[in-house]
């Protein structure tokens, strides 16, 4: 028999998380998402999907997955919990607790998820990280602003390459996606895009990977965004 691919995805409660569950439980993946609030799981469960209760800022919590999870092959492991932190900090402002809270769960988080499940990717058939960051992260590209959150994602970026580097030999791709400016919770009602359209081209861009793409920042339309 043939089993379906499985996906994992953080931050699956809401926004891009829950748009891309729902998109690959309708494709027939096996889907298991995390959510922080115990609430927000029946949306996924209701989309036929294993839904966790987790914080991935909680690193004690997000190492007990790969007990939880032992044996258990995942084909794309989409580390796409964020938060953006308080608005309008700048300098002269800044909030370091903040700040620091920004880098716990946006980069902290992935790394310790990626740390606990390295090896539930590696026994898997498409053997993918998916690191969701922005191109708000990109060095060359920065206009200074929302310093607290680009940072993190200029962070999240480095992990991602640095990664792909280390995972070669194991077969793993590991890239960092951008995925538009999307009118979820976080960005806003203005945004061009729909969640829909966002996931649908991230899922092309997956789709279509081989092994030299490792290593690369892609944005959800397949093209690449400068370091």
Known sequence: MHT????FITGAGRGL??????QY??????????????????ALSALGARALTLDVADLGAVSR????????PIDVLLCNAGI????????????????????????????????ALVDNVAASARRTIAI?????????GTTGATLPYSTSKAALNLLARGLSATLASRGIIVLALHPGWVRTDMGGASAPLTPKESVRGIRRVLDGLRQDDSGKFLSYDGTSIPW
């Open 84 to 115: 953006s932190g308080k608005r309008g900090m700048a300098l002269g402002s800044f909030d370091y607790g903040e700040w620091e809270k920004v880098l716990r769960v946006n980069l902290l988080g992935a790394a310790a998820v990626i740390e």
């Open 65 to 72: 997955l790969r007990d939880e999870l032992r044996g258990a």
């Open 4 to 7: 379906m691919p499985t996906v």
């Open 17 to 22: 998380g829950l748009e891309l569950a729902r």
């Open 132 to 140: 969701m960051s922005s191109r708000m992260g990109s060095i060359s």
């Open 25 to 42: 439980a309708a494709d027939g993946w096996q889907v298991v998402g995390t959510v922080r609030e115990p609430a927000a799981a029946a």
